[in-house]
């Protein structure tokens, strides 16, 4: 099985919850989930695995790399997998969708503004919170 391979790459022994919680995070639709989604979903899938053990081993993903825990302001963190390109968020604060973009302008700005002050980027993470656009109303 590939979720086996991968635990084993990242140093990890395979466990049943491993695994399970490794499935959920790839076969996800949305590929940003909190904790309590991964739960819901193991739930929804009949698998027998506790909250307590979704924090213990997203914890542990993190720690191997395999995934990468976003805090954004008003919610609780969101973990996605590690691999893909380099990529930006945003997240609506009235749904807490998480939507992810990229944009070579915005990217190549802040190159040249670190460059400016004398600096390298060395990792950055941009997160645009924002709220659906209210319809405006038609004057009659
Ligand atoms: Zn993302």
């Known amino acids: 099985m ?7 790459k990242a140093g990890l022994k395979v466990t049943l919850p491993r695994v399970k919680i490794l499935q ?10 909190s904790a309590e989604d991964v739960y819901k979903a193991l739930l929804e899938a009949e698998e027998d695995v506790g909250l307590a053990t979704v924090y213990r081993v997203l914890t542990q993903f993190e720690s ?8 954004f302001d008003g919610g609780h963190s969101v973990f996605e997998l590690a691999r893909g390109e380099h990529h930006d968020h945003m997240v609506c604060m ?3 969708d998480v939507i992810e973009f990229i944009d070579e302008i915005i990217e190549k700005r802040q190159y040249a503004i670190a460059e400016k002050h004398g600096f390298e980027i060395v990792d950055h993470n941009l997160v645009i919170y924002v709220r659906p656009k209210k319809k405006k109303k038609t004057a009659e």
Do not use: C
């Open 2 to 8: 590939l979720e086996n391979q991968e635990l084993r």
């Open 94 to 96: 009235e749904s807490g």
């Open 24 to 33: 959920i995070l790839e076969g996800a639709e949305d590929k940003h989930m």
């Open 64 to 71: 191997a790399g395999l995934v990468v825990r976003h805090n």
